[in-house]
């Protein structure tokens, strides 16, 4: 007979505990499933709700069932429903009938709750960390790179010149606003639903400051019916978890464009590549592009957990047991990527020669061009004009910008003189675009100590 099964009159269906049973995925809540059972004997206790010795077997108890778990002694059978009744049921067996006090007080629906808030700041704690990793990554690479001069896309063409140092630190940014909204997620998840009750709380004297405290969190919940109910918090990972997925791939179409032969700005280390089964000559940024495909698999994530909760009325509903799958495997898949992403990262060889080459090829200095000739007082449309004359000029010669001789740059516009040359050169155009979050050498600088305090003022 189930736990809960003294109204029933004929055992369940086996094809309806199959179908029930969460056992097969909840089962990794078991630590704070335990941990926040440890706090709730304590609590009851404190509040002479059950006796002293009851509460020192409970704990003596709970303590060998996660010892045992941690260590694999204990297998998670089907037809034990959930992580939950499985804990519960072992408990009495090896405690006798002070185990079945333990759930005094309590609902499944707040307990649940109160081992998802657990585990998502968890997991927003393992998520930060990996960002910090990615981030300081970002920051090493981008103080290196801070004078290597590549072309600035727009559309995918060559648009100006930037610097990688500058291209880094554009993901630098993106990245920092995952972990702000991660933190975010962290706090929203950051109170406890214990003495919620199934969802009207309970008429035993349960102390809940108390409860919430011994499990670190910041706060209760405060309403016992959003309390069972709400799964914002999880939204709230799933959502940062899509956007950052979705900044990670960026960065993979990025490099498998750059490590393509038409590019050639990148070399990916050969342990982050794979080959092919049948052409010898080709090294495939597999790693990138999976990551760029998993992204798509945390969008379902986030838009799985958003249907499930659309129509659900207050409070609990079984629906809501579809949570945790769809929570577990975003977590996963992004802490994944993130990992190995920040290894290919690591060992990714920038081939700067070649980012130069390619930003003068490109007449990226056409604008400067231009800016030249309106400091010599020429219209700014006048000016735009002679200098798309000039990059048709230069296409059919087969030459860049700074090629022409004066006299041809003449032919073209009177205004010109010697020191255009110094004007368009790239490291002068790059230098002269100092504005804050600029590419300028001294303006990246300037980024990666701003990046490098923000990150150690954070508090992860």
């Known amino acids: 007979m189930k736990l809960w099964g003294g109204r029933f009159q004929k055992e369940t269906n086996q094809m309806v505990d199959d179908f029930h049973s ?27 709700i059950i006796s002293q010795e009851d509460e020192q077997a409970i704990q003596s108890g709970l303590q060998s069932i996660l010892t045992d778990m941690q260590a694999g002694k204990i297998s998670f059978p089907p037809e034990s429903e959930d992580i939950h009744m499985l804990v519960e049921q072992i408990l009495t ?44 990554t970002l920051l090493q690479l981008a103080k290196k790179h801070a004078e290597d001069v590549m072309p600035g896309y727009t559309h995918l063409q060559r648009a100006q010149p930037v610097t990688l140092g500058h291209h880094l630190m554009a993901y630098f940014e993106m990245f920092k606003r995952d972990m702000i909204r991660v933190c975010q997620a962290r706090d929203a998840a950051d109170s406890c639903p214990l003495g919620s009750g199934a969802l009207a709380g309970t008429t035993y004297p349960l102390d809940r400051a108390f409860t919430a405290a011994e499990l670190g969190f910041a706060r209760v919940c405060m309403n016992s019916l959003d309390g069972v109910s709400d799964r914002d918090f999880l939204l709230d990972y799933l959502a940062a978890a899509s956007i950052g997925m979705m900044h990670l791939s960026r960065f993979c179409e990025e490099m498998v464009l750059w490590s393509s032969l038409e590019f050639g700005f990148l070399t990916l280390d050969d342990g982050f590549a794979t080959g092919s089964s049948m052409m010898p000559q080709k090294k495939n940024p597999d790693v990138a592009e999976l990551i760029r495909g998993k992204t798509g698999r945390v969008y379902g994530d986030l838009q799985a957990l958003l249907t499930v909760m659309k129509g659900l009325p207050l409070a609990y509903n079984k629906d809501m047991q579809e949570d945790k799958e769809s929570f577990f495997d975003a977590r996963d898949t992004w802490l994944k990527c993130l990992h190995v992403f920040t290894e290919m990262l690591k060992t990714a060889s920038f081939r700067t020669q070649r980012m130069h080459d390619s930003a003068s090829a490109g007449f990226a200095n056409a604008t400067d061009c231009a800016d030249y000739l309106v400091k010599k007082g020429v219209p700014f449309r006048d000016a735009h004009a002679v200098a798309g004359r000039l990059v048709a000029h230069c296409l ?50 300037s980024a990666v100590a701003a990046g490098e305090q923000w990150l150690a003022e954070q508090k992860l």
Do not use: W
Request: proline residues 2%; hydrophobic residues 40%.
């Open 22 to 48: 969460s056992i097969s995925f909840d089962r990794r809540l078991f630590a704070q499933d335990i941990l926040g059972s440890m706090a709730h004997a304590r609590m009851l206790c404190r509040q002479g």
């Open 93 to 136: 067996e090896r405690i006798g009938d002070a185990g079945k006090r333990l759930h005094t007080g309590r609902s499944r629906n707040d307990q649940v709750a109160t081992d998802m808030h657990l585990y998502a700041k968890d997991t927003c704690g393992d998520t930060l960390a990996l960002l910090r990793e990615l981030e300081e």
């Open 396 to 445: 059919s010669k087969g030459c860049a910008l700074d090629d022409l001789s004066l006299e041809e740059l003449r032919s073209f516009c009177p205004a010109f003189d010697n020191d255009v040359y110094a004007a368009i050169s790239l490291s002068s155009c790059v230098a002269a675009r100092n504005l804050i979050g600029g590419p300028a050498p001294e303006k990246v600088l």
